[in-house]
């Protein structure tokens, strides 16, 4: 095991624990960032799928994992990001200004509907967002004069200092716009979760009472939360755009809203790492699905059999798997082994064990 | 005339969103968790009748595969709080939202799997039948659906009022840990009310197999129903009855007065304003703590 020997109250707040840890997380970047060179076109295009999702996790885990407000709507917002980039880039407006125009712009709606959703409470604010993300479904298709209706949209490629990136064409450059945006936005958020507004959100998730006492603005660091994850969300929603190239309502259904907080769920809730396992599940899960049927029906004798739904009814089963023996995802799960290494022989089973509550109602009547 | 015949099939559609409504109001009441796979619940409910009575599959006598369907959603409500939700005993609420939404998921794949995805309709003796009353044709679907939900409404308030045990089940809700105290056996309560769950599922799959066809995405009105007992504040189970109607009502009327398009958008539309301007519903039963 290393100890890190502190010298200096800094180290406490380092993004990086030292430097062997430091040059882990580089060597990653550098072997992500080399991808096109040791990836054909089709898992490059996978690649860039996971990353998409792993920004659009990071949105939602500012919200779900750091302050515990559960949404179940946040392709509501991945739609208006979506939206506001082509209509920006539409309107003429070029890309590296659009891009993150529209994350603003998100952020914006993120904050009016923050404003009702103050007053409620875990299942209700749930509830409310699932509404929220039926309802977008109708209202792009009712504002068809902005959003192209169930026809939908489609936006080819975008010109960057009038180099065109476009997912079919340059499949490369696309992957580092996309890993770069990634790679941003990771690094925002975890100067975020050092710096005070993080530590209040924490202190939110954990026991509103509590920070409260402790001179936490609960409306505002709610709203404030609300913001950012929508911001991020929106910028992963734009990407989505660019990646799909054709769009419409059903682009970005409640079942995308479900996938994305399952996927959270699955990496890990409250950790920067569990909205990249959780990514990489969600992508390659339909392709590993599509190769062990191949592989399965070769065994068996017979074609491929269609078994409709099987993705999701597979996913739902991981999902109750993990919420029941690993509440804290593939993150948690990776922590523990992790420790048992670091340890051996003196790791023990109890040592994650988490403190049980009792509940109570908020009925009073 | 026809805006009565509106009213009258708006209400019996009102009447199934309010069971399943009924569902997740009794799951909330007596466990503080919702049940988000209450929808799929209803649907495997009336997948299991249809199993057992239609003739191209078991073709048991209606008044015996009836009660044996309601047997084995009740056995089904249990073994899925036995086996899945006791484990998360003290655990968020959030883990049990996400936990029965994934649980949705896999009873739409199974359910799929051994029924496939064809539109089916329940074999049953109500089936064309019609009452005639003052000018208005009334399904007889129609009416046994509105005669059987108020009755099981109505019972369901006398159980939770007056009962022993009903008020075992509120007591267990709103303190854990003071139930255990005053003798409640919790996890076994929580056992009976999941059960109980699975039988008013079963009970609005058979109606509304009998009033319509269901395929295995039937499960999706459970959004709807969602919106219903929001609507009539959770935890109130006249609340979840009278949020079904409203919704049930709104919707034939917002489709011939509304133009299409915005027609769909208006149960959703009034969830989010009761949310915003009563967000415990319009029976609320919950008083801002105070600290």
């Given at each position: ?77 991945l739609a208006v990001g979506c939206y506001s980039n082509v209509i920006l880039i539409e309107a003429g407006v070029p890309f590296l200004l659009a891009f ?126 609300f913001a950012l994850s929508c911001a991020v969300t929106g910028l992963a929603g734009a990407l989505m755009g660019l990646y799909a190239g054709a769009f ?118 | ?237 006249p609340g979840a009855l009278a949020g079904g109607l409203i919704v049930g009502v709104i919707e034939p009327f917002a489709s011939r007065y509304i133009a ?32």
């Amino acid at each position: 095991m290393r100890i890190v020997f502190k010298t200096s109250y800094m180290q406490d707040i380092r993004p990086w624990k030292d430097g062997y840890q430091l040059c882990l997380y580089l060597i990653l970047l550098a072997m992500v960032a080399a991808a096109p060179w040791w990836l054909d076109d089709f898992y490059l295009g996978e690649l860039t799928n996971v990353l998409v999702w792993a920004i659009a996790g990071l949105g939602l885990m500012i919200l779900t994992g750091h302050t515990g407000q559960a949404s179940l709507g946040h392709a509501a917002f991945l739609a208006v990001g979506c939206y506001s980039n082509v209509i920006l880039i539409e309107a003429g407006v070029p890309f590296l200004l659009a891009f993150p125009l529209a994350g603003l712009l998100t952020g914006i709606a993120g904050v009016t509907v923050a404003i009702p959703a103050l007053r409620l409470h875990g299942i209700y604010l749930a509830i409310f967002t699932l509404a929220l993300s039926v309802l977008m479904d109708d209202i792009i298709v009712l504002a068809e004069p902005i959003t192209g209706g169930v026809a939908g949209k489609y936006l080819g490629g975008v010109e960057i200092f009038g180099h065109l990136v476009d997912r079919w064409g340059t499949p490369d450059q696309f992957f580092w716009l996309v890993l770069g945006v990634a790679v941003i936005v990771t690094l925002g958020y975890i100067n975020l979760l050092r710096s005070p507004l993080g530590r209040s959100f924490i202190a939110v998730r954990d026991s509103e009472v509590s920070a409260q006492a402790m001179g936490v603005d609960i409306a505002r660091t709610k709203m404030i939360s609300f913001a950012l994850s929508c911001a991020v969300t929106g910028l992963a929603g734009a990407l989505m755009g660019l990646y799909a190239g054709a769009f419409n309502n059903e682009t970005f259904s409640v079942i995308i809203s479900i996938q994305l907080l399952m996927m959270i769920v699955i990496g890990g809730l409250g950790s920067i790492h569990g909205a990249f396992l959780g990514a990489i599940v969600i992508g390659f899960l339909p392709q590993f699905l599509s190769i062990s049927k191949e592989y399965v029906g070769a065994i068996i004798g017979s074609n491929t059999v269609a078994i409709p739904g099987l993705e999701f009814g597979i996913f739902g089963v991981i999902l109750i798997a993990f919420i029941l023996f690993e509440p804290m995802g593939m993150y948690g799960r990776w922590l523990k082994i992790r420790t048992w290494f670091e340890l051996f022989p003196f790791y023990r089973k109890d040592m994650f064990k988490r403190q049980k509550s009792y509940l109570k109602t908020e009925r009073l009547r | 005339m026809d805006n009565a015949q509106l009213l009258i099939s708006g209400l019996a559609n009102g009447c199934v969103y309010g069971l399943i409504a009924l569902g997740f109001v009794l799951i909330y009441k007596a466990t503080e968790a919702v049940n988000f796979a209450q929808g799929d619940f209803m649907m495997l409910g009336a997948f299991v009748t249809i199993g057992l009575t239609n003739t191209e599959y078991i073709g048991l006598p209606f008044l015996l595969a009836l009660p044996l369907s309601l047997g084995i959603m009740a056995a089904l409500g249990y073994l899925v709080d036995r086996l899945i939700i006791r484990r998360l005993f003290g655990e968020s609420q959030t883990a049990v939202v996400i936990l029965t939404i994934a649980l949705g998921f896999v009873i739409r794949f199974v359910a799929g799997l051994i029924w496939g995805h064809e539109p089916q309709t329940l074999q049953n003796p109500l089936a064309g039948k019609e009452v005639r009353f003052g000018g208005l044709v009334l399904g007889m679907e129609d009416v046994a659906v509105i005669v059987v939900t108020v009755l099981l409404t109505w019972g369901l308030y006398v159980f939770f009022s007056k009962t022993r045990l009903g008020l075992a089940m509120q007591g267990a809700s709103q303190n854990q840990l003071a139930a255990y105290y005053m003798g409640i056996p919790v996890k076994r309560v929580q056992g009976l009310i999941w059960a109980l769950a699975g039988i008013v599922a079963g009970i609005a799959g058979i109606l509304f197999a009998a009033k319509g066809s269901v395929d295995p995405t039937t499960g999706l009105l459970g959004i709807k129903a969602f919106a219903a007992a929001v609507i009539g504040g959770f935890g109130s189970l006249p609340g979840a009855l009278a949020g079904g109607l409203i919704v049930g009502v709104i919707e034939p009327f917002a489709s011939r007065y509304i133009a299409a398009g915005y027609s769909q958008i208006a149960p959703y539309a009034l969830l989010l304003a009761v949310l915003i301007f009563r967000p415990h519903g319009l029976f609320s039963q919950v008083r801002v703590k105070k600290v």
